[in-house]
């Protein structure tokens, strides 16, 4: 082509992509799906009768290149049991700030207690809502599941959890003193909350307990 004819060269091509399919995604209103496998959020899950899985061993934190994650773990008593066996997660944060997403934590957790989302959605423009606590990363209760703390059904142990011999509708009913729980609340509500007072450790920039 003369090189004159440059300049209409170049709507030539603004008219051809004119009659080529619309690649533009329309989010927020559309959002793709997607990869079943696709790292986001993390997610604490419960055992069918609803007591936490977690055991506050700190794997998931030891696993962290990015150290994003705190744990501090307590032990169970028969007035407030979280979890099946001799402890659960008193404290748990994640900094989303830190996390990378590599999902080293998953792998770690021996007990399938972490897992991950597909949920992407973790903008904010507050650095102290981008670390989640752990009712923050709870599962929400499904049907049958009572909110911890409560007994494991009478006759059952640790291993029968492990074993898939609990099943909901075996959950126990919490004793009447216990303090009730609060499930945890959507994420579009919880970003605009008060930042927790997180001490001298926490998930905030430190090097945690664990070096
Ligand atoms: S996904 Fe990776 S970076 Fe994020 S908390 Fe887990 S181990 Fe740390
Ligand atoms: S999430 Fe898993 S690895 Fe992390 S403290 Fe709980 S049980 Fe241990």
């Not at 996390?99 to 597909?118: D, K, S």
Request: glycine letters at 8%; a negative charge.
């Amino acid at each position: 082509m003369p090189e004159f004819l440059n300049p209409v060269r170049g709507f030539g091509v603004t008219f051809a992509t004119m009659f080529k399919k619309v690649l533009t995604e329309e989010y927020p209103e559309v959002k793709r799906p997607v990869a079943p496998r696709f790292h986001g959020r993390h997610q604490l899950n419960r055992h069918p009768d609803g007591l936490e899985k977690c055991i506050g061993c700190e794997l998931c934190a030891w696993a962290c290149p990015a150290d994003a994650i705190y744990v501090e773990g307590a032990d169970n008593t028969d007035e407030a049991r979280f979890s099946p066996g001799e402890r659960y997660g008193r404290v748990y944060q994640i900094n989303y700030l830190r996390c990378i997403f590599c999902g080293l934590c998953i792998e770690a957790c021996p007990t399938r207690a972490l897992t991950m989302t597909n949920e992407y959605e973790l903008a904010d423009d507050s650095r102290e809502s981008l670390i989640y606590e752990k009712q923050d990363l709870l599962a929400e209760p499904l049907a049958g599941m009572v909110l911890p703390p409560h007994p494991m059904p009478a006759g059952m142990d640790d291993q029968d959890y492990y074993a898939g011999r609990v099943t909901s509708d075996m959950a126990v009913a919490a004793p009447a003193s216990t303090e009730p729980v609060v499930s945890s609340p959507p994420l579009r509500e919880r970003a605009r909350r008060a930042p927790t007072p997180l001490g001298h450790r926490g998930a905030t920039g430190h090097r945690g307990n664990k070096r």
